[in-house]
């Protein structure tokens, strides 16, 4: 039966459940707290009903905003990506790890790479002390990246590199090799990450100050669309800003926010927006609130489909479709009773599935120790296989569709997003609210009062605050030792001695060249790495044309 | 008695700096008089900033695994400028193998993620010597 006024009736009914059914109850016996929160601090009401619901029902999955997915098929089709983030230590030891992971089922390669080059460092630099092979693997010239794929033939694979502000120089690397191997660059596909908003707002590798680092990316934007038109140019990253300790909200709209300010700078720098939007992709994190992260990804993907169909005029469906990688929140993983990491991870895993991931990365339940050992990288795949083959919930497409509590969630985080859009906007953009500190601001004070909450133990992290184990039997870990480290220094040497240093000084000149003026300096840098030039060499000539970002320190 | 004087530092290349932000906070709630060195500092410019500071305790803050090269490093410069008397502790991802390396060298303190904030204000509460103040 309908009942004459959308509502009424469910809201008579709550009202009466809560007089004669709930208040008894509560009399009886207390619910355990006062107010229930998700991780991020938002509270959750008891009970959600349709009246909660505000919008009618979301359009099915393939079909604009795509709530509810980009495929109508889900899983169904194709499986989500499983795509292990690795790298340690020499190129060999890593090659040798990537080999490992495509012999156990992975489908995709993600390169780790170590902070010196991610800093854009050579190894014998005074800061690069005690880091190099450490985090990643050391890649300091085409040399190191012929050793990472030896035996691997990039046109058969996708590869994700994790790699920022020198996201162009390991790029050009990339597609040298593939360029020796006979490769065709238009059939190349993977992803470099070039995400630099995320870094000034989060993760700190930065090299360059705001404004030429963006030059850098919609130089790539240019030269793919050109040049390498399957590759997505950019993978706009929550992660990095939620392991900062910001809300679900916050790594939402921040990200979402970013990729709007790509957009911009593209279409400012003469690209027509459906020729390199349909290359972006994102990366999220997979946090532990299980229906709150549901919800971000469902949003995320409305978001983007109406703010690039309104803000943007964008037409092609492949410009509207938000795809995402995610990754198991590192933050999360404990060093105390580390087993309860594969729980963790697990959940986490699912929570990202059910929300429609296009690739995923599940962490290591080593990760609070050391970067993992084989086993436990593989025990991470298992844990992805399992959901994807045993679990069944891979049958349905967006099997949480309609349930009132992730509609509401939903709803929610995309009126949270638009509000930080408005701020943001009336800030000037993002590049100008970075420069002014706001999102680093916002997410200091989130990850406080996350800390904060947890030392009251309103919030319980097992095994840390509570179910404590007082003796806890060693663990095995990765260790990695200084061995990369003196070999990749010896390399280092080797090379600046038997490579045409002439060469190499002619082509660094080019490229700063470039860089001083308008010139796309993609080409250039293409040059450099033909010629051996270092990561370092390559980001230090751009230092001396550009300077270096320093952020003032706050806390 | 003068507030007990905490440098916290972010050595060697990472950017990481959530946790070094978090416990300068804390510290500072505690009490205590907080300088944060920003990021990418190297052990000279940190000692340089203790002298500076007159800082008792210096908190570094290692995640990317290079604390056993920077570590004896800030210990020797401290001693070479008669700085023994302030409290180094460290706090990151510190295996289990190295921990006793650097207690040796004369890190007083190790906290490991998920170690509270009270446990740390505790044992500089509880380690550093409130020194009369100077006029």
Sequence with gaps: MKSPVPGTESEASKARWEREVLEPTLKRSPERAGEFTTISGRPIDRLYTQDDVTEGEAPAP????????????????????????AGFGTPEETNERYKQLLRAGGTGLSVAFDLPTL??????????????????????????????????????????????????????????VAEQQGADWKT?????????????????????????????????????AKDVPKWNTISVSGYHIREAGSTALQELAFTLRDGIEYVQWGIDAGLDVD????????????????????????????????VMRERFGAKDERSLKLRFHSQTAGVSLTAQQPYNNVVRTALQALSAVLGGTNSLHTNSLDEALALPTEAAATLALRTQ??????????????????????????????????????????????VAAVEAGFPQREIAEAS??????????????????????????????????????DLQMARLKTLRKTRDNARVAVTLEALKEAARGADNTMYPLLDCVRAYATVGEMCDALREVWGEYEEVPSI | MRTIRVVIAKPGLDG??????????????????????????????????????????????????????????????????GLDHVTVVVGGIIPDVDREKLQAMGIAGIFLPGTPMQTIVDFINQHVQPRAEVV
């Design chain 2, 16 to 81: 990481h700096d959530r946790g070094a932000k978090v416990i300068a906070r804390a510290l500072r709630d505690a009490g205590m008089e907080v300088i944060y060195t920003g990021l990418r500092q190297t052990p000279e410019k940190i000692v340089a900033a203790v002298l500076q500071e007159d800082a008792d305790v210096i908190g570094l803050s290692i995640l990317s695994g290079a604390h056993m090269h920077i570590c004896p490093r800030v210990i020797a410069l401290l001693k070479a400028q």
């Design chain 1, 62 to 85: 393939g079909e604009f905003p795509y709530t509810r997915g980009i495929h109508p098929t889900g899983y169904r089709g194709k499986l989500w990506t499983m795509r292990q983030f």
């Design chain 1, 385 to 430: 296989q399992v959901i994807a083959c045993e679990s069944g919930v891979t049958n349905v497409v967006d099997p949480l569709g309609g349930s009132y509590f992730v509609e509401k969630l939903t709803l929610d985080m995309e009126e949270g997003a638009y509000k930080y859009f408005d701020a943001i906007d009336r800030m000037g953009g993002m």
């Design chain 1, 275 to 306: 020729e390199f939007v349909p290359r972006i992709s994102f990366f999220f994190n997979a946090h532990s609130d299980f229906f709150e992260e549901i919800a971000k990804y469902r949003a995320a993907r409305k978001i983007w489909a109406r």
């Design chain 1, 188 to 224: 190349l596909s993977g992803t470099i990450q070039n995400d630099i908003l995320k870094e000034f707002i989060a993760q700190k590798e930065y090299i360059f100050p705001p404004r030429p680092s963006m030059r850098l990316i919609t130089d790539i934007f240019q030269f793919c």
């Design chain 1, 119 to 176: 800093m854009g460092r050579d190894p014998d630099h005074p800061l690069s002390l005690g880091e190099v092979g450490k985090c990643g693997v050391s890649i300091m010239s085409l040399a190191d990246m012929e050793r990472l794929f030896e035996g691997i033939t990039l046109a058969d694979i996708t590869t994700s590199m994790t790699i920022n502000s020198p996201a162009p120089m390991i790029f050009a690397m990339y597609l040298v």
């Design chain 1, 448 to 485: 406080y009062r996350y800390q904060q909450s947890v030392e009251r133990g309103e919030k319980i992290v097992v095994g840390v605050n509570g179910y404590v184990d007082r003796d806890e039997p060693p663990f095995p870990i990765l260790y990695i030792d200084d061995q990369a480290s």
